[in-house]
């Protein structure tokens, strides 16, 4: 069910589910009956619990704090750790049950509590099939949500984990009828037949490639190969996604500041991401080291950082901007600033300042607090009337203040570009 509110321009996701309602309705096995009303099934409430947080740092969402600045571009809220609203191909939001097959995993990430080389307190849980189908077309039938996000830890080897996921959707779709959305993680190194498998089920497929390189995945994992394990799966999806249409596509994430990689170096990885692999989505989590790891000692990542990859993105993704133009964002030293992207581009781009009357689409969406929307409304307003109030401008959706200092508006720019950006560095 789709929950979007349209204010000013301003897209809001409300979810009415939370992770402590869901927990408790366990707990107290409350959910919806499955066939026979008249039953209930026993749920573990540590287990769903665990599994459930187990996934807190896999996102497919934006950050709620990733919103670009301009009140026309939109991102999706990121509720944690068990519901989550990706945007569909259809523009609306889906709640998801988020959650691991199983908590056990064989590889050493250094930032990951499942992984081996945690060493603070870890009690192991693994779903069967059959009980992680039961639980979520409970939720699904009682209206909670709209489909399932299942990833996992590898338990004995990949592909044993992964059969054991795609018996769980299978079950889902063949004996419930289950019609939700289904993202599907991906494990590192399992086999073509069972992504093919999944990819005839599941509406998404995902594998993180976590760090820009190999040489960075090396220091976070002994265990997987950048190369052979992650890089060639995501190449076996592209090319079921071109044989067959998944309906949402791939996506992936970066896990960002563990290895001390700058921003230029991942952002150019998830260009050759988007180009390479024809990637949906790329998701950044800003690294938040955990007790009990290697690396929690490790500085915690500022969110403003997540927050500006994502609004970059967004300028490369959405507004077509060029490689060229994104490069202009970083400093000397390859890092973004906690600045606005598209208003430090527009500062060392724009000479003088441009008329909305003559301005073409791609011209307009370069100026600050001008976005998709307000540009098209902005064209098809001048095909009627010339433009020579700041005013007119506001009621089409522009955000004047942001936009001013690049316009010229009846011949008069309001402020000087150079006398703007000094007082803007001051």
Known sequence: ??????????????????????????????????????????????????????????????????????????????????????????????????????????????????????????????????????????????KYIDGLFLSSGISSDENITTEKMIETIKILKERYNFAGYIHFKVLPGVSYEYIKQASEIADRLSINIETPSNNYLSELSSTKNYVKDILKRQNYIKKLELKKNLPSGQTTQLVVGACRESDFEIFKRVIKEYKEMMLKRVYYSAFNPLQGTPLEKTSEQPMWREHRLYQLDWLYRIYNFSEKEVKIAFNEEGFLNNKDPKLQIALKTFDSGIDPNEASYDELIRIPGIGPKSAYRIINFRKRNNIFKREQLLNLGVKIKNATPFLKINGAEYIKIDKWIECKSQ
Do not use: W
């Not at 409350?30 to 947080?53: A, E, H, M, N």
């Not at 064989?106 to 081996?116: A, E, F, G, R």
């Open 1 to 142: 069910m789709c929950t979007k509110y349209l204010n000013k321009n301003i897209i809001k996701i409300f979810l009415m589910t939370s992770l402590e309602k869901i927990t408790h309705l366990a707990y107290q096995s409350k959910y919806d009956c499955i066939g026979d009303r008249s039953r209930v099934f026993d749920v573990d409430f540590s287990k769903l619990d665990t599994l459930s947080q187990g996934t807190k740092h896999d996102m497919c969402t934006s950050s709620l704090s990733a919103r670009v600045a301009n009140q026309n571009e939109v991102f999706e809220d990121e509720i944690r750790p068990v519901y989550y609203p990706p945007f569909t191909t259809t523009g609306c939001s889906v709640s998801l049950f988020k959650t691991l097959f199983t908590n056990y995993c064989t590889h050493d990430c250094k930032y990951c509590q499942n992984s081996t080389e945690y060493n603070g307190h870890k009690k192991i849980y693994s779903y069967t099939p059959e009980e992680l189908a039961k639980i979520t077309i409970s939720l699904y039938k009682g």
